[in-house]
Structure formats: C-alpha cells, structure tokens
C-alpha cells in the first residue's frame, strides 16, 4: 500500500516564476492537509481539503498561494510569483476523514528554492 | 492564537538511556496530541499519538502521557537506540475539529552509541 506520494521532490525557480506542487494521498484517504515548514522550524499548517472541497485556508496567506483537490487527480498547491521568503519544505499529509480524529500520515516533501 | 511549546530542543543521550521530550498547548479545547518522528531529508512519520480521554498510552519503547489539567504530555522512549536519532515533533489538534495539528519546533535527539 502506497503511502503519501508527492512530487517533485526538488523544484528551483526563479523570482516572479510560479511553482505546482502535488500531493497524492494515501488510498482510502480524502483529506488532504498540507503544510510549510521552514529550516530549524516545525510546521505550519496552511490549507485542510477535502475532494472538490477547501475546509480550513486560515494558514495560508491571502495572496499567490491557492490549493486545489479535484475530484479526479492529485491535490495541488499553487504558488504564483514566487518570492525568496517561500523557499521552505511543503509537505502533505492525508487522513481517512469520517468520524473521530484520524492519524494524519506525510509524504516525503517537496523542497522549493528560489532563486 | 493557539500555541505548543516543546522542550528541550535539543537532547543528547547515551544509548540505553531513557529520553523525555514535554510539550505543553494552550488550547484547552485540544483533543488529540500526536507524536512525530523526522529524519533527515524525510517526511514525518507518526510514531504515537494519544487522544484526551486516556492519560497514557504505551507502544514497546514508547509510551505518552497525557495531563489534561495542566495541559502538557510527554514523549518517553527508553532503552534509546542510536536509530532513534532523529528530530521529533509533538503536536495539538486545534480544537476538536478534524483537520488542523499546531505543531510544536521539535527536538534534536542523538543517541551516542
């Protein structure tokens, strides 16, 4: 059983580019969460989705920064005219979703730079 | 707004010893605390996590502890392996709703062979 999948791994832009980042979330789960996390620092949620469906956006900033989970396909985070401040790691976590609290698991990250 | 504090951000020990990792949240609405374990390069990996209605919960080497009232909970791993170095994280549901962890900044752990 595959965990959370993402890609790229690596993704360097430039200033002013924009960056898509995607996340694929374990079988059987439909939440999507996705989160930030900088050197030294723990992370910081930004967006919690469920499919064709944003749930709680109060991480994410107001501005370049959008996220999607279409009803077919991968959960994607959308970062237009990138700026230094966004390099960080962006991972994504999944969770079954229904009742109760369930365990969110990661994927391996995506580390943007930008250049 | 919602905050975890998580000490010590470093720790060093040798192996066989036991290590204690604390964190304290604000949220007093907070019902489930999860525990991560990163390693370099890597994602987090959940190693165990404990819901408000238990004070403690053990896993082999690993056990959590849970105080409601003073609103802390605790990582304790013994018999330390120098394969439990890694970096680790405690976190905090926001609230009782589905969705949101509050993460704390973690905690370097080596183990010394």
């Known amino acids: 059983n595959a965990g959370v999948m993402q890609n790229p791994r690596h993704l360097v832009r430039r200033r002013g580019q924009e960056a898509r980042l995607r996340c694929s979330p374990m079988?059987?789960?439909?939440?999507v969460y996705w989160y930030r996390q900088l050197p030294e620092e723990g992370l910081k949620f930004m967006v919690y989705?469920?499919?064709?469906?944003?749930?709680?956006e109060s991480g994410m900033p107001k501005e370049r920064f959008s996220a999607e989970f279409p009803k077919e396909g991968p959960s994607i985070l959308r970062i237009q005219q990138v700026v230094r401040g966004d390099s960080a790691a962006y991972f994504c976590a999944s969770s079954r979703g229904s009742q109760g609290y369930n365990e969110q698991f990661f994927g391996p990250g995506t580390r943007l730079t930008v250049l | 707004g919602e905050n975890v504090e998580q000490h010590p951000s470093t720790l060093s020990v040798q192996e066989g010893d036991s290590a204690v990792i604390k964190c304290t949240y604000s949220d007093s609405a907070s019902n489930y605390f999860p525990w991560y374990k990163q390693e370099l390069g890597k994602g987090p990996q959940l190693i165990i996590d404990?819901?408000?209605?238990?004070g403690e919960k053990k896993d082999q080497r690993i056990a959590v502890t849970l105080n409601k009232t003073a609103k802390h909970f605790s990582l304790h791993i013994t018999e330390t392996q120098p394969e439990d170095s890694a970096v680790y994280f405690c976190a905090a549901s926001k609230g009782r709703s589905q969705g949101n962890l509050i993460f704390g900044k973690g905690t370097k752990l080596s183990v010394k062979p």
């Open positions: 989705l469920q499919k064709e469906n944003i749930i709680d």
């Open positions: 079988k059987g789960h439909s939440h």
């Open positions: 404990i819901r408000s209605n238990v």
